[in-house]
């Protein structure tokens, strides 16, 4: 659209002629766009220091005469960096301009898609070019973004490939509603729920987020409305925040006939495992003996022990390995465990993690002709983890279509279809001491494998039934190498996307837009656990475990939107904008689990005893359907006064399904002010280029879930079997009561920023302070059980969230020579509190466990993380000692610390010279408490390297014993670290989270046109990347290596937690581009 | 633009709604969830009084409020609520054998509730419209609980009625509901017996005269299923023990020296109670950390067992032992075939695996005929209104061989062959006799005020899986005393009753926290502190 207007205005210019006289010289040449490779009529060409110039033509070629003694020309277009170039003695230049984010006059994509100049805007919007985004070694965009926006924090589950991710912009405005933001990617919603069938600790806590189905190579950029004020025309759907990305199947820019392929590889490694110890083996208190942990003797004294297979406890492990007892003068085994040497073996972090390999493949075609553009698309991704048996493989194909079909009659039509597969081990919640609830979990008893036992290439699996072979007497353990190869969770999903607008212009005052979108997913899951994992899973388990969920997920979403826009007099602009939207969401999934295998390795259900359609793990049904729809008008009113004052005012009024009709309607207003003080009082410094001050203030609401304003019953078909194989069922009032008069909870949020370019457009930076109160806050409330309800959902309480947002670009050097360095800063911080909950409760837990969660209390910071204390004296505050020498714990939960970072930043440098660019990301995080299970795992078990102490010196705990004298128990190093780390008060494991890390690393080169102009290429580059390259948790424990990006609670509003979760992911390679 | 009916979408296509609910099924899950609550609350009870393994170093660690919520969901937002959901649709449709049976439940959970916790919700409860419902007295709730009862009766009793429901218990004969009811408002009268002797004597003398208590055939259990997935019909017990790696609870050394060395031979139960997996002590203390240990102080002074009851594998743990878990899954002695439905120790000394024994068929044994003796016996050596040490006695051996009997007739069901080779029933009934003449005589020999103890600790052997009435026993005799004291030489304040559950506290704005677990329930006006009970 902006280049249509520029066209015309270039049309105009060119009719103007300029003085020219004989003796000049005449340069010619072409200014090409460097968005789109296309020439660009209507840059201005200006001889320095003269009144001498010219406007480029329809392709964007000039002539212009230059005088003697001139010998610099100076190329400018409006949103396009000015450059000056040295004449020299040539007589053609050719010359690429380039986007200048650095200016006001940007255009961005704000909400239902509609572009406005930056300067008009009074909220933030963040956007992300496809620069930060492309050829990165993630094949998730989401965490392509870390760092990269002010306001926005995105949290990976752990480093597994496919796993989910977690957005929050602006801190938390929902209890116990998602915070997640909404996507919408073409101008209509993408759904990227993730469909986690299992809670965290039922093995659910890395299922993936469904934005993994988006392309990142298919995306041209991403604009961020992080307030209300931004989001108001998306109502409710835009409360958390909304991520409009605009593809190049999408979007309407014509661009040149040119073919894109990118090739890269990358590697991917666990980068947070802990550094594991050479000189202690397993046992306990300096004694050897097959226990979890490693606080056994020294491993270089050349003990020996029992061979630990032949020293099993379980008779069909013993039996199968005659080889590992001592022989019968006969040849026969007899009963004694050969010996087994008592020293170092090869330790997990080698064995077992590895490096996987990314590749990715994309090919992008495109072209048009005068009326009709077409860009189309394919990716390949195969993306293997750094742990056997995860890996994921991805196919997309984009095709986007824009034509006028009329002069006032346009289409633009985009198609999506990707295909995710996704094989990984599971991934469980794990407390230091196996996985939870006996779920498989490839991590919980892996870190803390022992260090003199040979797991490496000791047997995993017992040849005569290929059960688990673990070194544990009980068979215990789920040796990894038998999970990662017997147990797998399988997704398929298949989805097709389609966004398609009709546009009609009546007049170049009026014109509509009709929208539509279909997104439409199937997601097809199994869990395929082989039988005979032994005592580490639950007895269901080990008989063979197999279910099968298919999901569909299918959004309509319709707009119709009118525009308008006049001049009401010379300085007074007029828009207008009125639309209507209809979204009808429907989600719906069936499943089979099977148990009880028969035939190892065949997974159909006619191979297994017993199918239900419920999963027995958590006793849901696995078929359920669940629809929503909503309904909207919304209206914009934007005034602008001589292009320095704008003013905004829009409202949405909504109708929703998923409350009582009382209370379905609900309006949404929000207004907004842009003020240019340096266009309004003309201030010509170079000191300050621009300056904006803009105020915004939006409303939102939260609907909740589909079915919480109706009481029903609970069912179980197969409840209870008697002995006599008898099947009864039952019916049972739900513990959820039904609340009909739910309303909505409503969100209220101002925002006041500075914007300004400074020092000759060498330094931008952009500021916003907001507010945002949620009032009648739809919480999950327990409530008294007394009641004969455990939880319902009721408008209570009150979230304050304030946060400052602030970015800030700068060139502090820009050379002739065309070596440049720019520098981006990106600084978050949130506060977000509880204020009030309402009578008679004390808080809510929004995420965990009862005993150890995210917690919402009044007055304090809203998730802050509550779990056992130290029982302390009361006089000094001291931590209280037992005589055994253990901490005593508090017989009340206490508050544990508050996991909200207390602020976040990033460092973006970019260098350039000639064709080479070099570009880090650093990143900090301060503060913000985790509670870490993975210290349990390795710090408690003692298997991280030494030396953390001295283990064979006793130690006393600071504190004071239960008299109130100062402690002097001694304990041993065994006791010190296990009990206190693993079986003591949580408040052990809880620890500072701030981090400093390098994200992205990248080097590169543009292979310069003289050379690539004797090749068939159009342009070629290389570059060498790498993510998450570098980082240190500065106060976590030593050698622990402990990498805070993690969320043992999985995708959803809990914060600060890591069960056992699993390493962080490294990655580096190479990308390889071509054009032609 | 909005037409109503296309965002009508309030109702759930996915569940069963108050119009389509089905008593009987409603029933069911009463039913279950009923034996499920008996579980949790009687885990306490157990563990309390040495039944079981005790966690922890502290009564205060081992009891935190939070440990309680279970039990408070399932009293109040299972089981209550449904009754309730229950009474609404069965009153008017005349299903008064519905109602007998959910009436009789619920007195059982009001009477555990108070017995726990004292005061709780009551008369303000299981309103949707109060989410703060207050305390009730709870000599109230006992009254209320006692009427549940008599109306229960009448329904049992009542001419006409209408449905017939699925009874897990006893199959449809209301008869034996009715002896049930006897047998529990004998309990919740002995129960009042401190703070109301006369009313307790003419109640329990009027029951007496009554002469309808269950008796044996008629025991009030469940009977758990051997299904192991979907559903899971196994005993609780069993089923965290019985698994490929063992685990599971450890049995306390008090309860099994009691069994094996006390009495300086072998209660005859024991082999049904414990199932030991290896025959012989172990002797690595990287399996049994106590093996390396001396113990303390105020057990050598005592002159308690440590760390193993004698020399056969009888492997537990110390009463407040707050030790990690070593290799041990496949070594500790575990629950056997009473109750738990495991295995028979016919000295095979082999590993428990899930298909082992019973495969998880047992029972929770709520009200048995033998508890009805023992209960009679503590009420005539204690009352002195109808004081009666003759009776007393008589009862004491009723209660022992019913107990004995009952133990082996349910075992047999399952494990007949293992047993009769093992022990025919006709060697078994004579060590039976012997052991009831021993703690005859025992009893005779024993002054006035020490004979309750013997009463108690033939009850509290007979009990193994119900802790409900061993924490009642304990609490309103102080009987058996004398037990094992925790490893920790001050561990703490015995729960005289529990702290009120976290999930209650934080909701209920009229929710008040006790000052201590030394209060005592209403009818506990026994001697403040541990040194009554311990």
Redesign the interface.
Known sequence: MRKALLFVIALFTMALTFEVSAQQRVITGKVISDEDGLGLPGASVLVKGTTIGTTTDLDGNYSISVPEGSNVLIFSFVGLRTQEENIGNRSVINIILKVDASQLSEVVVTAIGIEKDKKALGYAVSTVGEELIQNRPEADVSRVLQGKVAGVNITATNGMSGSGTNIIIRGYSSATGSNQPLFVVDGVPFNTNTNATNGFTTGGATTSSRFLDIDPNNIENVSVLKGLSATVLYGDQGRNGVILITTKSGASKRRAAEVTVNQSLFSNSAASLPSFGQLYGN???Q?????FSNFGPRLDIGLQTAHPIASS???NIRNAFPEFFVPNADGTPSTTPIRYDYKAYEDVGSFFFKTGLVSNTSVQVAGSSDKTGFSASFGYTSDEGFIPGNKLEKFNFGLGVNSSITDKFSVNSSFTFAITDLTSPPVNAAFG?GPSGGVPSAFANTLYLPRSIDSANLPFENPNDRSNVGH?????QVNPRWLTRYYRDLSTVNRFFNSTSLNYDFNDKFSATYRIGLDTYSENRQSQYNKGG???V???I??GYYRTVAISNTIWNQDLVLTYRTELSDKLGFAALLG?NSRYDTYSQDGL?S??QLAFELFRHSNFL?A?S?D?LNNQ?L???????R?G?YAQVTLDYDDYLFLNLSARND???????EN?RILYPGASVSFLPSQAFNWNSSTVNDLKLRFGYGTSAGFPN??S????????A??????G?A?????????V?GNPNLKPELHEEFEFGVESTMFNNKLRFDLSLYQKNTRNLITN??????????STAVNIGRIRNRGIEFQATATPVSRPSGFSWESIVNFTLYRTVTMELT?????IVVAGF??LGNFAIPGKPFNIIKGTGFARDEQTGQPIV???G?Y??A???VELGDPNPAFTGSWINTFRYKGFFFNFMMEYRHKGVIFSNTVTATLARGVTKDPVVDRELTFILPGVK?DGTPNDIQVTAANYF??QY??GADESNVFDGSAVRLRELSLGYDIPSSIISKTPFKRASIALSGTNLWFKALNFPPNMNFDPDVLGTGVGNGLGFDFVTGPSSRRFGGTVTLAF | MVSACDLDLQDDPNAVTAATADPNLVLNRIQLDFVNFFNTTGNNGMRLTRMLNQGSNLYEQAYVPINFNGIWTTAYANILNDIKFLEGRAEPANFRRHLGMARTMRAYVLITLVDYFNAVPYSAALDPNEFNPGYDDPAAIYAAALADLNQAKQDFTAAVSSGSPNDFFYAGNYANWVKLVNSLQLKLHLNRKLVDAAGAASAITALVAENNFIEPGQEFVFRYGSNLTDPDARHPRFASQYTPGGGGDYQSTWYMWHLTEEKGFDDPRVRFYMYRQVLANPTDPDQLRCLGEIAPGHYLAGGFPFCLPGTRGYWGRDHLNAEGIPPDGLGRTAWGVYPAGGRFDNNAGQSINPTAGAGGAGIQPIMLPAYVDFMLAEAYQTIPSIKDTGKAKELVGTGMKKSFDYVRAFSIVSQAGVINTFEPLADYNVRVTNYITFVNNEFDAATDARKMYFIGREYWLALYGNGNESYNLYRRTGQPDGMQPGLLANFGDFPRSLFYPNNHLVTNNRAVQKGSQRERVFWDTNPEGNDWVN
């Open positions: 046992g306990f208190q004694q050897p003996g097959l226990f406890g379980v008779a001491s544990r007497a009980n068979n215990d032994g005592g580490g639950s007895t269901l080990n008989t209507g689990v148990t009880g017993q239900s419920r027995p049904p078929q359920f359907t669940e629809e929503q729809r309904m008008i109708w929703t399904s998923t409350v009582e009709p379905q589909p079915y304003t109706r009481n029903i019953l609970n069912q179980n197969r409840a209870f079997q008697n002995t194989g099947l009864f069922q039952t019916q049972s009032v739900s513990t009561l409330s327990p409530i008294d059980p007394a009641t004969g309800f455990t009578d008679g409760l004390d808080e009862t005993d037992l005589p055994s253990d005593q714990t017989a009340e939960l239960q296990f009990n693993h079986t």
